[in-house]
């Protein structure tokens, strides 16, 4: 008898869905709509929580490739693992590029 892999299904959904969260929640202080204060924690929201999303996203990407491939070996349904492994690829990319783009914006100030 061999395991379900609906668990890293899973697992990449959730992992994919952070790694958008963490760039949704870093779009305020991009824009400038953060709330006059610490500078430094402006700097750190914008390149501490894209640079989470993008290992979160790495890891949706892992888990949903790793969950593809035993559903398949199992004959069940790879739906999670292919939704994780999509979330996961769209917030690595975003989330790196807006890693980058607050790294460098940063080293200009």
Known sequence: MQ???????I?????G???IVMLIVTLPAMCGS???GSVE???GTMIGLPAIGLVAGILGIILGAVGMKKAGLNGESKGLAITGMILGIVGTVMCGIVTLCNIT?????
């Open 105 to 109: 914006a940063v080293a200009s100030i």
């Open 17 to 19: 869905l952070v790694s």
């Open 41 to 43: 924690g402006t700097v």
């Open 3 to 9: 395991k379900s892999s609906k668990g890293l299904g």
């Open 11 to 15: 697992g990449a959904l959730i992992t």
């Open 34 to 36: 953060a709330k006059a």
